[in-house]
């Protein structure tokens, strides 16, 4: 049974980091792309990366350039995106999602991330 669970939200100052944690099971995370997705309060949808772990390979939302890094854990089958230089704008539940055919197959539960002073 395929499950993704995020963790690593919590509230953070301005400026501030965090390192959100996308776990899976049922599936390899090596084997597929997982997405990072975002919606904030009274908003849609919004794309924020693609990994591929097994390439080390990441696109992104311009909104991220040069605050971020990535990584993977394969023994945990875990994706990491830490976020840095968090801005309110960062305020968001952010998802993972596993890739199927360039869509989104399964999703976590979210994980919600305040940057708030």
């Known amino acids: 049974q395929v499950q993704l669970v995020e963790s690593g939200g919590g509230l953070v100052q301005p400026g501030g980091s965090l390192r959100l944690s996308c776990a899976a099971s049922g599936f390899a995370v090596s084997s597929t792309w997982i997405y990072w997705v975002r919606q904030a309060p009274g908003q849609g949808l919004e794309w924020v990366s693609k990994?591929?772990?097994?390439?080390?390979?990441?696109y992104y939302a311009d909104f991220l350039e040069g605050r971020f890094t990535f990584s993977g854990d394969n023994a945990k089958n875990t994706v990491y995106l830490q976020i840095n230089s968090l801005k309110s704008e960062d305020t968001a539940v952010y998802y993972c999602?596993?890739?199927?055919?360039?869509?989104?197959?399964?999703w976590g539960p979210g994980t919600q991330v305040t940057v708030s002073s």
């Open positions: 999602g596993k890739d199927h055919n360039w869509g989104i197959d399964y």
């Open positions: 990994i591929d772990i097994r390439t080390s390979t990441i």
